[in-house]
């Protein structure tokens, strides 16, 4: 049930208009003066229409009170007159009304003029409504909206910023398209208006217009907004072009670089194994054409053993294994030669899946030819290397043989002890020589590769008179041949000289060997159990020839020397590698 506010001071009429109301099914409620009036609105009385009497008597009339509640609450108000003059209309002129009725005019004229102030407020309601909802959208749309006519003045403007004009917006508003945009711009316009209007379909044009001293690209939809303007949607299009002007410029760039690079480069898709774009220095690895590579498997072109290699990658990048970036194949070229090309690849994905390649390749054909020369030389090389070591070889076991037959044919034993000292010295330099013709660089030796087969040569041409132990500790020590002769020959002079004279009138002997490193410093260890090495004999003072090369060693190498004599003899050598 509507409720409906009857404003009248004559207490009479309220009651027969009220009267008149409730028949018609309206709740009504009646306010003597405008200010009683204007509180029951205040607070909070609920209304949906005030039939407002114009005359009130003394106080607040009816259009002042009509503005104040309407300052506050938005409802339909109808004016109810005893008068029809014309100075009583224009005093409710200026104020928003949904009806003026005349006092006495009947029942029907009044209902009437309740239901279509209702029915009016109700549209406007809907408009004021739809008003808002238009509003929202176009503050919601980036692009600026332009009414203009058919002869280029603006009518209309829509827009999210004034900042995006080139005048105030309403400065705009009434200006042509001549003022904005000169002459010769303005007649291309308007001709594109008048296709609009003669096809009646929508036209796009692009434009441009110098804002702030920076000149901004538009992109405009025109469309017929009635039979004398058009609609304009205008969209900056300034940050498109320039990115589209500098992906043209990128890929302008990549196809200079990729066409005109000095290597050669194509893409690969895996799924299908063909190529999917050459540059011209594949083609002239090839032989082929680009429109031949273009519908080749890459394996066409790869010699048996290299297309193996490429379909198991092809295979292994497929099932996610990893593989590595940098690979060399073989190709055959067109007519029939071959070429070696060292690629690099960088794999292409979709969706974390690799799905091809682009690879960049270079001609190796001459460093692998330099490079087969080279290995051939090398082993030209060592074939002839191994021969002259073999030779060396025989001529130290030569020397060695004569001097141990020598010893054997002379009568005095001390002649034919020097010469078997000299075999064995020669012995340990054929020793070291050996193993030495054996490594790759000829040059550095590990010590557990010389030292324990030095030994047993030296017990092989020295025969045990007693039985010895021997007590070997080498650690993996590599020391340059310069080092290691010095050492050979020290050791072969001790282990002599132990088997000599350390175990005289003993049943058996124990000789100990060891060698180690810490840090930079090496340290030879030898010693034996037997009688001990006398007091006085040192390697300066002895007269003995093996003490003084023993001496003369240890001074080559730089090396120091420490001699204990209890419970049988010890030699300490430390050395700085």
């Known amino acids: 049930m509507k409720t409906i506010m009857i404003v009248e001071d004559d207490p009479i009429t309220a009651m027969n208009e009220m009267a008149i109301l409730n028949d018609y099914g309206y709740r009504v409620i009646i306010a003597d003066t405008g200010e009683k009036a204007v509180d029951m609105c205040r607070e909070g009385e609920v209304v949906d229409l005030i039939l407002m009497d114009i005359d009130l008597g003394p106080g607040m009339d009816g259009p002042e009170a009509a503005q104040k509640i309407l300052a506050e609450r938005t409802l339909p108000i109808v004016f109810l007159t005893s008068h029809s003059e014309r100075e009583m209309v224009e005093k409710v002129r200026g104020i928003t009304r949904y009806g003026y009725v005349i006092k006495d005019s009947g029942d029907f004229v009044l209902t009437s003029s309740i239901e279509m102030a209702f029915d009016l407020f109700d549209a406007h309601r809907k408009a004021h409504a739809e008003s808002q909802r238009n509003a929202a959208i176009l503050r919601g749309i980036p692009d600026l909206l332009f009414v203009i006519d058919r002869r280029g003045r603006y009518q209309e403007i829509y827009v999210p910023d004034s900042s995006v004009l080139p005048f105030p917006q309403d400065e705009v508003i009434g200006k042509t398209l001549d003022d904005i945009f000169g002459s010769d711009e303005a007649e291309r316009l308007l001709g594109v208006f008048d296709r609009c209007f003669q096809t009646e379909q929508a036209q796009s044009v692009e434009y441009e217009l110098e804002l702030a001293g920076e000149k901004r690209q538009y992109d405009a939809r025109i469309t017929k907004y009635d039979g004398n303007s058009i609609l304009a949607i205008s969209r900056d299009i300034t940050e498109r072009k320039r990115a589209d002007e500098l992906l043209r410029e990128s890929e302008t760039k990549y196809r200079q670089l990729f066409h005109n690079a000095p290597a050669g480069i194509y893409e690969v898709d895996f799924a299908t194994?063909?190529?999917?774009?050459?540059?011209?220095?594949?083609?002239?690895?090839?032989?082929?054409?680009?429109?031949?590579?273009?519908?080749?498997?890459?394996?066409?072109?790869?010699?048996?053993?290299?297309?193996?290699?490429?379909?198991?990658?092809?295979?292994?990048?497929?099932?996610?294994?990893?593989?590595?970036?940098?690979?060399?194949?073989?190709?055959?070229?067109?007519?029939?030669?071959?070429?070696?090309?060292?690629?690099?690849?960088?794999?292409?994905?979709?969706?974390?899946?690799?799905?091809?390649?682009?690879?960049?390749?270079?001609?190796?054909?001459?460093?692998?030819?330099?490079?087969?020369?080279?290995?051939?030389?090398?082993?030209?090389?060592?074939?002839?290397?191994?021969?002259?070591?073999?030779?060396?070889?025989?001529?130290?076991?030569?020397?060695?043989?004569?001097?141990?037959?020598?010893?054997?044919?002379?009568?005095?034993?001390?002649?034919?002890?020097?010469?078997?000292?000299?075999?064995?010295?020669?012995?340990?330099?054929?020793?070291?020589?050996?193993?030495?013709?054996?490594?790759?660089?000829?040059?550095?030796?590990?010590?557990?590769?010389?030292?324990?087969?030095?030994?047993?040569?030296?017990?092989?041409?020295?025969?045990?008179?007693?039985?010895?132990?021997?007590?070997?500790?080498?650690?993996?020590?590599?020391?340059?041949?310069?080092?290691?002769?010095?050492?050979?020959?020290?050791?072969?002079?001790?282990?002599?000289?132990?088997?000599?004279?350390?175990?005289?009138?003993?049943?058996?002997?124990?000789?100990?060997?060891?060698?180690?490193?810490?840090?930079?410093?090496?340290?030879?260890?030898?010693?034996?159990?037997?009688?001990?090495?006398?007091?006085?004999?040192?390697?300066?003072?002895?007269?003995?020839?093996?003490?003084?090369?023993?001496?003369?060693?240890?001074?080559?190498?730089?090396?120091?020397?420490?001699?204990?004599?209890?419970?049988?003899?010890?030699?300490?050598?430390?050395?700085?590698?």
Request: proline share 3%; aromatic share 6%.
């Open 273 to 577: 194994q063909r190529f999917t774009k050459v540059n011209s220095l594949i083609c002239e690895y090839t032989g082929y054409t680009e429109k031949e590579l273009l519908t080749m498997n890459p394996t066409d072109i790869l010699t048996e053993e290299s297309r193996k290699i490429f379909l198991e990658r092809v295979e292994n990048i497929l099932k996610g294994m990893p593989v590595s970036k940098e690979t060399e194949y073989c190709i055959k070229e067109k007519d029939g030669r071959t070429r070696w090309v060292e690629l690099h690849n960088e794999f292409l994905s979709r969706d974390g899946i690799i799905t091809g390649a682009a690879v960049v390749a270079h001609d190796i054909t001459a460093r692998k030819q330099a490079e087969e020369s080279i290995n051939a030389f090398i082993a030209e090389r060592e074939l002839l290397l191994r021969e002259v070591h073999h030779r060396i070889k025989n001529n130290l076991n030569m020397v060695k043989s004569l001097l141990m037959l020598q010893s054997r044919a002379l009568n005095s034993p001390e002649a034919s002890r020097a010469l078997k000292d000299a075999a064995g010295r020669m012995q340990s330099m054929e020793i070291l020589y050996d193993k030495l013709y054996r490594t790759e660089g000829f040059r550095d030796l590990n010590m557990k590769d010389f030292l324990p087969p030095l030994i047993e040569e030296i017990f092989d041409v020295f025969p045990d008179t007693i039985p010895v132990t021997r007590n070997i500790h080498v650690e993996d020590i590599v020391l340059s041949s310069k080092v290691l002769l010095p050492i050979g020959i020290i050791v072969y002079e001790l282990i002599t000289n132990s088997k000599r004279y350390a175990f005289r009138d003993r049943d058996n002997g124990i000789i100990t060997l060891s060698a180690e490193k810490n840090g930079n410093v090496v340290t030879v260890h030898y010693s034996d159990n037997g009688i001990g090495l006398p007091a006085t004999v040192t390697v300066e003072s002895s007269t003995g020839f093996g003490m003084k090369l023993v001496g003369m060693m240890v001074k080559q190498i730089r090396a120091s020397l420490l001699i204990e004599r209890s419970q049988g003899t010890k030699y300490t050598i430390r050395l700085e590698v």
